[in-house]
């Protein structure tokens, strides 16, 4: 099934300096089929015509290839409606959707947001705002010394002033899955909404919003080998029966008069102006893709290379894994004991191998694990054994070279 997988992605005909190519970097940003590719040419092409503008035969076929992209993503991730399914340009666009609109309406000072110690700074930078603008204040749920949250003590921040939590699905640093039910079911008690982070869970791991019974899911078409530009959130519609829209323009209204603008009801309040169509329409290509594969054929590839790369690096005393989750997708990060993670990446990049180091926008959970940054790894459908091989001899020769 992943034999020639490579095949499908042209990226991988390209040398880097002269080296073949070892992509393991899918957690920034996944690499995209040539069905992908073809998707939106083929629309630029051959549909091209802004949607839900116009009656004539090229805007119809446009609107109507856009909501099928609406009704593939709602399966994909087992939303109960199309019309809980928001396009937005990436899932930072969609994080901040949820926490401008929630918070403009249902947060006052000194009310209470929880997050957790494994945010992405996508899920901490626009309730920080909120912080900033009306008093709120924020908890951190805490990760043990693993790397896994520590739910236990979720009940212990819970308040009357508590407004929302939210939560990534995965850590992007260290591979951490979040037990969302125990969190979700806990909130429930309190009648709290959850906002979930999918940005690493939608592409690597099954996702059914409906059954996770979750207010809000966020993720990228980019990560999920879809074209960047456009990403997604799902939302229980009676959150947009009451959200005022995040941006306004065309598209979004309803009637304009001189005297007052009554809004679109539903999705269309929420997207307004020229959406990216093209990005929208190839993103239902991305979840063929996946289905082609299986979402589970995924998730136990990427998790086995996951636990052969770590007993491989473990066997090298100057690496340092950080932290060791329970639950671990294809994600994890390490250190060379006295070589920065700049230093690592650029020499790695030498041999062809393509890694991310610094602290991946994730700075207080860096700070909770005392290191300033770390060199991540991460899988998608295309790695195999061989690149984790040739990752275990590039980082031997960043040893070699600090040696001398």
């Not at 802004?50 to 805007?59: D, E, F, K, P, Q």
Request: aromatic share 8%.
């Amino acid at each position: 099934m992943f034999k020639n997988i490579k095949d499908q992605f042209p990226i991988f005909k390209k040398k880097i300096k002269g080296k073949e190519l070892v992509y393991l970097d899918s957690a920034n940003s996944s690499q995209k089929p040539q069905s992908v590719i073809d998707a939106v040419s083929n629309f630029y092409s051959n549909e091209f015509a802004n949607v839900g503008r116009g009656i004539y035969t090229l805007a119809v076929n446009a609107s109507e290839m856009y909501e099928n992209s609406r009704s593939s993503l709602k399966n994909f991730i087992g939303a109960s409606s199309d019309f809980e399914i928001v396009f937005t340009k990436n899932a930072t666009e969609s994080l901040n959707l949820v926490a401008s609109c929630f918070g403009e309406k249902f947060i006052e000072k000194d009310d209470e947001i929880i997050l957790t110690e494994l945010e992405h700074h996508a899920n901490y930078v626009p309730w920080h705002f909120l912080r900033k603008k009306k008093g709120a204040v924020i908890k951190f749920l805490p990760i043990d010394e693993n790397g896994n949250l520590k739910i236990e003590q979720l009940e212990s921040l819970i308040t009357s002033k508590t407004k929302i939590i939210s939560v990534t699905h995965m850590s992007n640093v260290t591979g951490s899955i979040s037990s969302l039910e125990e969190i979700i079911e806990i909130a429930k008690k309190h009648s709290i909404p959850v906002c979930v982070d999918g940005t690493q869970g939608a592409a690597h791991l099954e996702v059914d919003v409906q059954k996770l019974d979750c207010d809000f899911y966020a993720f990228s078409g980019h990560k999920m080998y879809g074209p960047t530009g456009v990403g997604l959130l799902a939302i229980k519609y009676k959150w947009l029966e009451v959200f005022e829209p995040f941006i306004g323009g065309g598209g979004m209204i309803d009637h304009v008069s001189k005297k007052d603008i009554a809004y679109a009801r539903g999705v269309w309040k929420m997207e307004a102006g020229t959406m990216p169509t093209a990005q929208v329409i190839a993103l239902n290509e991305s979840v063929n893709f996946i289905n082609k594969i299986g979402k589970e054929n995924i998730t136990k590839h990427e998790i086995a290379l996951t636990q052969i790369a770590l007993e491989k690096l473990r066997s090298n005393n100057a690496v340092k894994i950080i932290a060791s989750p329970k639950n671990q997708g294809g994600v994890f990060s390490f250190n060379i004991d006295q070589i920065h993670s700049h230093d690592v990446s650029t020499i790695l990049d030498q041999e062809g191998i393509a890694v991310r180091g610094g602290h991946h926008c994730c700075q207080v959970l860096h700070e909770v694990l005392k290191i300033n940054s770390s060199v991540r790894v991460s899988f998608g459908v295309y790695n195999n054994e061989e690149d984790i091989d040739i990752l275990c001899e590039g980082i031997k020769k960043c040893q070699k070279i600090f040696k001398k």
